[in-house]
Nanobody
Framework: QVQLVESGGGLVQAGGSLRLSCTAS??????MGWFRQAPGKEREFVAV????????YYADSVLGRFTISRDNAKNAMYLEMNSLKPEDTAVYYC??????????????????????WGQGIQVTVSS
């Protein structure tokens, strides 16, 4: 069973940057991604990356500002977040799954497609 642990969250001013890390124990999963949940809102998709890193997809709200990557040698995944906005404030969750469908029309934005989840980490962007 895959276990995921996030790190790197914190408080940053608008326009700043943060780098989130997700370390996985156990076997590597085909797809790894990030979701986030703001207070009073549903959990939403942020980004996903295939095992090779060759396929990446982003939510429109973070496209061009966030970059997802994987280091399979370290069994880790990262989310580089730049030009942060107050609306990026949320708890960020790392997720992994072997049956996530990537590509056009894929199921990757659906949180139910993921089998393993981290405990979440707070990111707060002040204005």
């Amino acid at each position: 069973q895959v276990q995921l642990v996030e790190s790197g969250g914190g408080l940053v001013q608008a326009g700043g940057s943060l780098r989130l890390s997700c370390t996985a124990s156990g076997r590597a999963s085909y797809a790894m991604g990030w979701f986030r949940q703001a207070p009073g809102k549903e959990r939403e998709f942020v980004a996903v990356c295939s095992w090779s890193g060759g396929m990446t997809y982003y939510a429109d709200s973070v496209l061009g500002r966030f970059t997802i990557s994987r280091d399979n040698a370290k069994n880790a995944m990262y989310l580089e977040m730049n030009s942060l906005k107050p609306e990026d404030t949320a708890v960020y969750y790392c997720a992994a799954g072997d049956h996530v469908l990537l590509g056009h029309g894929g199921t990757y934005p659906d949180s139910r497609e993921y089998d393993a989840w981290g405990q979440g980490i707070q990111v707060t962007v002040s204005s």
